[in-house]
């Protein structure tokens, strides 16, 4: 026979409203050590709330929509893997969703609102539908994983860009390299942007011309990487290349495997995310580490505040970066010596 909540009161103790309250992450006047209690008879019997019920009466269904542009590559895994522990903890269910257009963005997020979802996460780019998005999301408690600065009335949440592309074009200036390409992502992504104007900033500071015939696009896949990575160094006299992610990088790595180049000899390499896998390569992959779980649970985090009204809507979280600094960036000032 199915348990019931008043199973669980009978058990308890205590009324049906106390462990609806319990259950619900809204122990408020409960005891730890009877919240304890009434949880260790949940997790004992197996019981499983009525959500249909509980979305009735509480007017929220506990389902949190996520729109994402990619579930695959391993940085965007681990943001979606912060915001499910977080939601889930929380006792949120997450719909995830993956759209590759502003369009697909548009639909999506109206298809979520139409199931009742107490709220929405977007990750990535939403090109001319963004003001759409905008009007179409308002009221409806929403968190922006990116800097748009046109939605401003959006909570939005990401890390210093800007900064810490800086921080790294800075310590490949400061290892000698003076002709620094670039293969960036689409330039569409205001991250791209930021990280763009990152790497102007450090360049202005070392009183180095910006050269746009250096910077080249990706499109933040390891394949898209290669055709720049040839032209970068064997049509011009870059002595580095600073990738905007790390799977361009490793596209540069699978480029001078091919043509017999070695790294950092040949030419210096650094990448930005420092996902799992830059470490292990060799050389280890000088890069900026970007908090991908912790950027995930944040959002959640800042999305459950709105939700239970402890947030405004409009705020604003900036995470920090850390440079990496390994094997993968040649020092140029001093014969021979090498990072790491």
């Known amino acids: ?21 319990v259950i619900n992450n809204n122990p408020e006047g409960v005891g730890q050590e009877l919240r304890n209690n009434i949880l260790k008879i949940v997790r004992e019997t197996g019981y499983k709330p009525n959500l249909l019920a509980r979305s009735m009466i509480t007017n929220k269904t506990h389902t949190i929509g996520l729109l994402s542009p990619d579930i695959v590559t391993p940085f965007y895994q681990y943001v979606i893997k912060g915001i499910n522990d ?6 949120y269910t997450m719909l995830l969703c993956n759209v590759e257009s502003g369009a697909a963005y548009r639909e999506q ?10 709220g929405i996460i977007l990750m990535g780019f939403f090109g001319e539908t963004s003001q759409t998005l905008a009007e179409i999301l308002t009221g409806v408690p929403v968190v922006l994983f990116d800097y748009v600065p046109r939605l401003e009335q959006i909570a939005q949440i990401n890390t210093n860009n800007r900064a ?24 569409q992504f ?14 202005e500071d070392a009183g180095i011309p910006y050269n746009p015939k250096i910077m080249l696009n990706g499109d933040f896949s390891t394949d898209s990487a290669l055709e720049p990575a040839a032209r970068l160094i064997t ?11 790390d799977l361009m990088a490793y596209g540069v790595y699978k480029y001078c495997a ?3 180049k070695r790294i950092p000899e040949d030419i210096s390499v650094a990448g930005f995310d420092d996902i799992p896998y830059s470490e292990l390569l060799n050389p280890p992959l000088t890069t900026v580490r970007q908090p991908g779980y912790r950027l995930g649970a944040e959002s959640a985090k800042m999305l459950l505040e709105q939700i239970n009204g402890t947030a405004e809507p409009r705020m604003k ?18 014969r021979g010596s090498v990072n790491g």
């Open 235 to 245: 049509e011009t006299d870059v002595s580095a290349i600073f990738c905007f992610n």
């Open 109 to 118: 997020v109206e298809t979520m609102l139409a199931k009742g979802t107490d």
């Open 190 to 203: 205001d991250t791209v942007r930021e990280r763009l104007k990152g790497y102007q900033k450090a360049l």
């Open 1 to 21: 026979m199915k348990t019931t909540i008043k199973d669980i009161a009978k058990m308890a103790k205590v009324s049906t409203a106390t462990v609806s309250r």
């Open 86 to 91: 977080c939601l889930q903890a929380a006792g």
């Open 164 to 187: 810490s592309a800086r921080e790294l074009t800075s310590h490949l200036i400061e290892n000698g390299h003076r002709r620094i390409g670039c293969i960036m992502g689409p330039e």
């Open 317 to 334: 979280r900036i995470l920090s970066n850390t440079l990496m600094i390994r094997g993968s960036v040649k020092n140029i000032n001093n």
């Open 258 to 260: 091919q043509c017999g």
